[in-house]
């Protein structure tokens, strides 16, 4: 597996130079567009990784799996009063369709959505940024990993269309806590840097049933497992999630730092970075690397 891993990285490196950095969070421009990582954890607990498979990059909405995860843990199946299931077939911070829908948004995974869910926990936890940071830190066998200020400040800074979309949820009554405190806590779980290897790991759970490889204990339920990747399937890459889902075909999530984490249910959780996007927000290298990992998947040794 490592040699096909890295054939793959070496195929992936072929569209570093296309897409751009997210600029819309400064912090993020700063980024090298040329980096390129690939990790695999396995569900036997192998770990395989080509090329920056160890620098810590800002995960940005892949938190989104992580915060949806906690908001079920805690609240369980109440916390769709809140937010929808479906794809919003809109970019992931429009605000027209949540006016237009009376402040609940259309899924976990658009800004809306995340911002709802983060209200949920800010609601569970007495200190929600380090309880997150925790978590990711257990999930991932890592105590290494940090929120990056510089992030966090930056996203703080450009909050306008985050605090609009929170202030209108607000507004219906779908935001219990202050708007500052949630952006914060948001933003603060987007702002953690992890490698590849770490969010390989940390989320490794979804394709075991729940069980966490780093924690050696069942972190969610098999069927919450088998649902938060129905809607990593459904509504993960932006309003490009059907794209990805017919070229790639697993369940996956992006973020706009670069990170695209897929899982392989039974069988392993993969994590492509490279910082260069889309117009859709997604990848370009990460998201093609990912392609070739599912067109090659057949071959793959049945003990990987
Ligand atoms: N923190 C980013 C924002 O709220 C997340 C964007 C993303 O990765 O999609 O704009």
């Known amino acids: 597996m490592q040699g096909w891993i890295e054939d793959i990285h070496a ?71 809140r937010v929808g299931l479906n794809p919003s077939g809109m970019p992931f911070n429009s605000l027209a369709q949540l006016e237009a829908e009376r402040g609940k948004p259309r899924n976990p995974f658009i800004n809306a959505g995340a911002i709802v869910v983060t209200d949920r926990l800010v609601s569970a936890f007495a200190t929600p940024p380090k309880h997150l940071r925790d978590v990711a830190r257990r999930l991932s066998g890592n105590d290494a990993i940090l929120i990056d200020d510089g992030v966090l400040a930056s996203e703080w800074q450009h909050r306008s269309r985050n605090a609009a979309a929170a202030y209108l949820m607000k507004a219906f009554g779908n935001l219990d806590n202050e708007v500052d405190e949630v952006l914060h806590t ?64 697993l369940p996956a999530k992006s973020g706009v730092g670069g990170g695209i984490v897929a899982v392989v249910p039974g069988r392993m959780t993969i994590c492509a970075w490279s910082p260069a996007l889309d117009e859709s927000g997604n990848s370009v290298a990460a998201q093609y690397a990912l392609e070739l990992f599912a067109e090659e998947f057949d071959q793959m040794p049945p003990s990987g």
């Open 11 to 81: 195929r992936a490196r072929t569209r570093l130079g296309s897409g751009h950095v997210a600029s819309y969070i400064p912090a993020l421009a700063r980024q090298d567009p040329e980096r390129l990582g690939i990790a695999v954890c396995t569900n036997a607990g192998e770990l395989y990784a080509a090329g920056d498979a160890e620098i810590p990059f800002s995960i940005q909405s892949i938190a989104k799996v992580l915060l949806l995860t906690l908001a079920l843990r805690t609240h369980g199946e109440g916390l769709w009063e």
């Open 186 to 249: 948001y933003f603060s779980c987007c702002a953690l840097a992890m490698s590849c290897k770490d969010l390989a790991i940390a989320l490794s759970f979804l394709a075991a049933g729940g069980q966490a490889q780093a924690m050696d204990e069942r972190f969610v339920s098999p069927g919450l497992t088998r649902r938060i990747n129905s809607i990593m399937s459904t509504c993960g890459l932006y309003d490009a999630a059907g794209d990805f889902a017919y070229r790639v075909g």
